[in-house]
């Protein structure tokens, strides 16, 4: 008798032991697919609202072995895809590889990612991933493997995984927080035995960099922090600087508390590819073991970006411009037998507005010098002969560029801040927010309070108006009444139609 309640007391506690293993994976397993040293080159392994930021097709494979030569130490593999299938849908898949001693955990991941535009050069993007994952354990290395406790354990080793996510992008500001589990581990359903419900709320990850360009945009110095939570665990702070080199290679360092300091290189193909590694020395603090980590990443991009879409790059990391399409309007002398070629008398703008990745310049055009624009490429192939492309100075007021006497119609679009439909007495056009915001704010300072601004989809700028109003011949009448002024010398009426 004495010898059976021992038997049964070692076999309770050998199950326990098993599930609390099993237990133990699951609970570390959603935050080690968030723990790679090289977040920073796939922030999609953090937070899935940035599925799809690359704007094409962006592939990931990642390898972190832990403590090198330690008996049983984790290593996980990454491999992920993701990519943007339209203006705000975007699309990921992640699938992850854990082992740890003689347990290993296999899962996968789909991503949905959703980005929201708030201004100019500002994006919300949310994020959720759903998937499930499995556990098996290297019967190689356990004595007895038709053990009761094995048994029995295995017919809990199928569980849900799923993370979510926000981001907010503001020009080269990057903020972030994910929760990297949304389901409730209940691997233990006896009362007496449970380990306790983990809320996703009380297991959260807080991120943020930022992008300090320098050396006419050829260099960048890049900081990182994120801030771990997680309610069975200690709190993890973890910190990065990383030094871009021609958008070629980085250098940098990383610390992660509890766990070291690790050295971070890496080389790319610009636009194409970046392959990094990283080595932490041996751990600090409460994990402190004398074994060093090795991790390797390798990122590569395919197709074409894709217009008109959020996009944010450690791979392809050169500052976006922003560039609009003018008309040149020609006007030809009579041909000299020395001259032949027309020459530009003014250039203006139209409506289309663009993003241009490309950037050739072309010899032998002569133009007439534009204080608000510079011509820096001429298209030649697949487009009327009179157009060019401009880089426009975000701070330029283009009113002068618009302003006409000529009746001014417009559709009235369905962007968040469009204006409505009217007679307006406009005096501003720029291509940045913050601009006609500026403008908008002074002038109603100067005692002008029907000063405003909006923007125009069917032109796509921000627009800074004086004067509404529902009469056209009221608003001619303002108009004329102010451009006698030098601040209002070009101003104009606008009509803008629902």
């Known amino acids: ?29 959603a935050q080690e697919i968030a723990n790679f040293t090289h977040f920073f080159v796939n922030p999609y392994m953090v937070n899935p609202s940035y599925a799809g930021i690359e704007g094409r097709s962006a592939f990931f494979l990642t390898y972190h072995k832990q ?12 491999v992920s895809y993701h990519n943007a299938v339209g203006k705000h849908a975007n699309l990921g898949l992640s699938f992850n590889n854990d082992k740890r001693s003689l347990l290993k955990t296999s899962s996968g991941l789909l991503s949905f990612a959703y980005t929201a535009w708030l201004s100019e050069g500002t994006y919300l993007r949310f994020g959720i991933s759903a998937g499930a994952a499995s556990n098996t354990v290297d019967l190689a290395q356990v004595d007895n493997p038709d053990d009761p406790a094995f048994i029995s354990a295995f017919d809990q080793n199928f569980f849900l995984l799923g993370n979510a996510g926000l981001s907010l992008h503001a020009g080269d500001f990057h903020f972030g927080v994910s929760m990297p589990d949304v389901f409730n581990p209940n691997l233990v359903s006896d009362e007496e035995f449970s380990f306790g419900d983990i809320r996703p709320q009380e297991k959260f990850i807080v991120h943020a960099n930022y992008r300090f360009y320098f050396s006419n945009d050829e260099m960048i110095f890049e900081p990182y922090i994120m801030y771990r939570y997680r309610k069975l665990l200690p709190p993890q702070l973890e910190a990065a600087t990383l030094l871009h080199l021609n958008h070629m290679a980085w250098v940098g360092g990383a610390y992660k508390q509890d766990y070291g300091i690790s050295a971070l290189a890496g080389v790319k193909l610009p636009e194409v590819l970046a392959l990094g590694y ?14 060093p980590s090795h991790e390797i990443t390798l ?22 411009k922003r560039k609009v399409i003018v008309k040149k309007e020609t006007e030809v002398e009579p041909v000299k037998e020395q001259e032949k070629e027309p020459e530009i008398e003014k250039i203006t703008v139209i409506d289309t507005v663009t993003v241009m990745d490309t950037v050739t310049v072309v010899e032998n055009i002569e133009q007439t010098p534009v204080d608000t624009v510079t011509i820096v490429e001429v298209e030649k192939q697949d487009v009327e002969k009179d157009t060019v492309a401009v880089i426009v100075d975000p701070e330029a007021n283009l009113a002068a560029m618009q302003s006409t006497s000529e009746p001014d119609v417009v559709r009235r679009g369905g962007h968040l801040l469009e204006i409505p439909a009217g007679q307006y007495v406009m005096v501003g056009v720029f291509s940045n927010y913050e601009n006609a915001e500026k403008l908008s704010d002074d002038l109603f300072m100067r005692g002008y309070h029907e000063a405003k601004f909006g923007y125009i989809t069917q032109r796509g700028f921000w627009y800074v108006y004086i004067h509404k109003s529902d009469d056209i011949e009221l608003s001619r009448q303002v108009r004329n009444s102010v451009r006698g002024m030098d601040l209002f010398k070009e101003a104009w009426v606008m009509t803008i139609e629902d």
């Not at 990283?278 to 074994?291: C, D, M």
């Open 299 to 320: 990122g590569f991009v395919l197709g074409a970006k894709q217009e008109d879409v959020h996009r944010y790059s450690f791979i392809d990391s050169k500052k976006q």
């Open 278 to 291: 990283s080595y932490t020395f041996k751990g600090l603090g409460i994990n402190e073991v004398g074994y």
């Open 1 to 29: 008798m004495l010898f059976s309640t021992k038997y049964s007391y070692f076999l309770i506690m050998r199950f326990f032991s098993v599930v609390f293993l099993f237990f133990a994976a699951y609970s570390s397993f």
């Open 67 to 78: 403590w090198v030569n330690f008996p049983g130490a984790p290593q996980i593999a990454n």
